[in-house]
């Protein structure tokens, strides 16, 4: 008996990605044509100082708008949404209640330096010479790539760790909370999954949380040796999943009709994939805010050499693919500052002079 073959279902699949300065979003069928799209610029907050921060509300309402907005412009409702990816920046974070989901203060971002006295008297002090050494005389004496990495171990400023753990230092409320079993940590994708799913979701990804400084690649878990060394309760932070996983489906409060998270990757490791570097030793650069160079280093972390540590790049079907990644913050920045001393008019022109250079 013959059996007629039925035209297959149209997928229509939503990435958001939430950037330094601007969060976009864009609609893709099964044959990842662009339908729609939408964007706007990141509520960044000029705080002045070495502080940069994000407020969660006014970007909560911008990934809202942002949503709505690409619906409108493929002429879609929710229920035609297959899946919801997010892209995000990463090492930006919060702290916010358990119970009102209330933030306790704003986002705290990548850029922000007010932790880094912190990280130098961190970094120059006996207690971490000590813990590089006896790293050191273990690697020696195992070969262990994870003690290779601890005995070259450095707290940076971009790391989570150091501004989370000043934040927790410093704003009383949360010391209050913390008795209570009363706060939750995230990065900016899972604070975005917790509201998409109105409290019933608490996740991050391997690549989000790799990145934190207090996640262990090695053994695909927060580090408990690093939470104890710096007073960080274990409960506080969230699940973590696979890249590809489900994580939860938006309320239908929201945007009309619910729409299932299938995927949670960091920006820099979402720009790899996207370049289609699924081979080991294959190499991406990205140029935005910072530059960032990544290197596909297959199914095992890479050693440490000179700041350049492992990451996770992404988990698909319990599979983890890491990456090796060096990056310069302010890349950006100087080409601003460039731009303000009359160097050129537009951003675009200093790819041209770069190009006249010989030799």
């Not at 989901?101 to 007010?114: A, G, L, M």
């Not at 409320?173 to 109105?198: A, S, Y």
């Not at 490791?269 to 280093?297: H, P, R």
């Amino acid at each position: 008996m013959l059996l007629s073959k039925q035209p297959s279902k149209r997928h229509i699949i939503f990435s958001v990605d939430i950037g330094t300065t601007n969060i976009r979003c864009f609609a893709y069928d099964n044959f990842a044509n662009v339908l729609g799209k939408a964007d706007e610029m990141v509520p960044v907050l000029n705080v002045g100082g070495d502080e940069h921060e994000i407020d969660p509300i006014l970007l909560w309402n911008a990934f809202q708008r942002v949503v709505k907005k690409c619906l409108e412009s493929c002429h879609l409702n929710a229920e035609d949404v297959s899946c919801l990816g997010i892209s995000s920046q990463r090492g930006t974070f919060l702290t916010w209640d358990r119970e009102t989901s209330v933030p306790f203060h704003n986002f705290i971002t990548w850029k922000d330096k007010r932790a880094e006295s912190n990280c130098n008297s961190w970094n120059s002090s006996f207690s971490m010479k000590m813990f590089r050494l006896g790293a050191f005389l273990l690697y020696m004496v195992t070969r262990k790539k994870k003690f290779q990495v601890a005995s070259v171990f450095k707290l940076t400023s971009s790391m989570v760790l150091m501004r989370l753990s000043w934040v927790l230092e410093n704003i009383s409320e949360i010391r209050e909370k913390l008795l209570q079993h009363n706060v939750l940590f995230g990065t900016l994708d899972t604070w975005l999954i917790w509201k998409l799913t109105q409290g019933k979701v608490h996740a991050t990804d391997g690549s989000n949380a790799s990145v934190t400084g207090f996640f262990d690649p090695f053994q695909m878990q927060w580090a408990d040796w690093i939470l104890k060394i710096f007073n960080i309760p274990a409960d506080i932070l969230p699940e973590v999943k696979n890249t590809c996983d489900h994580f939860g489906d938006t309320s239908s409060e929201i945007f009309g009709a619910p729409i299932p998270i299938y995927a949670v990757v960091g920006d820099q490791q979402a720009s790899m994939f996207g370049a289609c570097c699924f081979e080991k030793y294959n190499i991406n650069c990205t140029m935005g805010t910072g530059s960032f160079l990544n290197m596909n280093t297959g199914c095992t972390p890479s050693a440490a050499y000179n700041g350049v540590y492992p990451l996770v790049g992404w988990t698909i079907f319990s599979r983890t693919t890491y990456v090796a990644e060096c990056g310069v913050h302010d890349s950006g920045t100087i080409i601003s500052w460039a731009q303000n001393l009359g160097l050129f008019e537009e951003p675009h022109e200093s790819s041209i002079i770069a190009q006249s250079v010989t030799g």
